[in-house]
């Protein structure tokens, strides 16, 4: 069964940056819409930046002018570039990708911004 799985994830310092990828172990046909989504400790889950393809993007208020989503389509990959990171950023990160069959979750990875 072909799994999302992600990377980049890690300790940041305040300020600082991280980018994200999420990559499928196999081929998936017709990908629409790709996302990340993230997780703090208590909190639900809620969304971070969407974008189509045709590159359409979205952002949460709290991370726009921060946070860039972009998508590779010949390699099925999604980025997530994160700038001026806050303590509040602080989650577990998932990417989708939706299809018209289903939606694929990455197993998450771990983001926390800490002096």
């Known amino acids: 069964q072909v799994q999302l799985v992600e990377s980049g994830g890690g300790l940041v310092q305040p300020g600082g940056s991280l980018r994200l990828s999420c990559a499928a172990s196999?081929?998936?046909?017709?990908?629409?819409?790709m996302g990340w989504y993230r997780q703090a400790p208590g909190k639900q889950r809620e969304l971070v930046a969407t974008?189509?393809?045709?590159?359409?993007?979205n952002y949460a208020e709290s991370v726009k002018g921060r946070f860039t989503i972009s998508r590779d389509n010949a390699k099925n990959t999604l980025y997530l570039q994160m700038n001026s990171l806050k303590p509040e950023d602080t989650a577990v990160y998932y990417c989708?990708?939706?299809?018209?069959?289903?939606?694929?979750w990455g197993q998450g990875t771990q983001v926390t911004v800490s002096s």
């Open positions: 974008i189509t393809s045709g590159g359409s993007t």
């Open positions: 989708t990708f939706d299809t018209w069959r289903r939606t694929y």
């Open positions: 196999g081929t998936i046909a017709r990908i629409n819409r």
